[in-house]
T-cell receptor
Framework: DAGVTQSPTHLIKTRGQHVTLRCSPISGHKSVSWYQQVLGQGPQFIFQYYEKEERGRGNFPDRFSARQFPNYSSELNVNALLLGDSALYLC???????????FGPGTRLTVL | GENVEQHPSTLSVQEGDSAVIKCTYSDSASNYFPWYKQELGKRPQLIIDIRSNVGEKKDQRIAVTLNKTAKHFSLHITETQPEDSAVYFC???????????FGTGTRLKVLA
């Protein structure tokens, strides 16, 4: 069965650039959440989307934005990249958002 | 704000022994507590979860207990095996917040 997929797998950017990360949820799941995981730490919540609406936002600056499409896939955008944005970005899908979340493999972003 | 503390940060046990990881949450409204296992370079995998209306849940060698009064929950792994070696994360979520708050992780090493 197809799990959560994310693209790209790895990405290298320089400071000041912007990046778009993509996520496709498990078929039938309507909610997508985004997390940032810095090496050695737990995932930090960035956004949750449900039925194309933002339903929750973590403590991240406005440089971070996201959207969800009619097919429930999602994009995470980060503008004006900083060195500190280097991390593993994880997408998680669930049926409604308050139930079991299943993670994708992540996108490893390196900012130079 | 919401917070989840996780202890210990590292845990080494002999194969066949039991391992216990503890988490404490701050938001008394939290009602869902999943546990994830993350192997090196891989996505977090949901291994067990518990809701606030249940005090204990067991799945083969893994069990989770919840003490709502003390606001803490624990993961218990019995008869540990080398393949149990990984980083384990606890998380908590509250109704209406739509975000999972993760602990800082426990690196479990099972020594053969």
């Amino acid at each position: 069965d197809a799990g959560v997929t994310q693209s790209p797998t790895h990405l290298i950017k320089t400071r000041g650039q912007h990046v778009t990360l993509r996520c496709s949820p498990i078929s039938g799941h309507k909610s997508v959440s985004w997390y940032q995981q810095v090496l050695g730490q737990g995932p930090q919540f960035i956004f949750q989307y449900y039925e194309k609406e933002e339903r929750g936002r973590g403590n991240f600056p406005d440089r971070f934005s996201a959207r969800q499409f009619p097919n429930y896939s999602s994009e995470l955008n980060v503008n004006a990249l900083l060195l500190g944005d280097s991390a593993l970005y994880l997408c998680a899908s669930s049926f409604q958002g308050m139930d079991e979340q299943f993670f994708g493999p992540g996108t490893r972003l390196t900012v130079l | 704000g919401e917070n989840v503390e996780q202890h210990p940060s590292t845990l080494s046990v002999q194969e066949g022994d039991s391992a216990v990881i503890k988490c404490t949450y701050s938001d008394s409204a939290s009602n869902y507590f999943p546990w994830y296992k993350q192997e090196l370079g891989k996505r977090p995998q949901l291994i067990i979860d518990i809701r606030s209306n249940v005090g204990e849940k067991k799945d083969q060698r893994i069990a989770v207990t919840l003490n709502k009064t003390a606001k803490h929950f624990s993961l218990h792994i019995t008869e540990t095996q080398p393949e149990d070696s990984a980083v384990y994360f606890c998380a908590a979520t509250s109704p209406g917040t739509y975000k999972y708050i993760f602990g800082t992780g426990t690196r479990l090493k099972v020594l053969a």
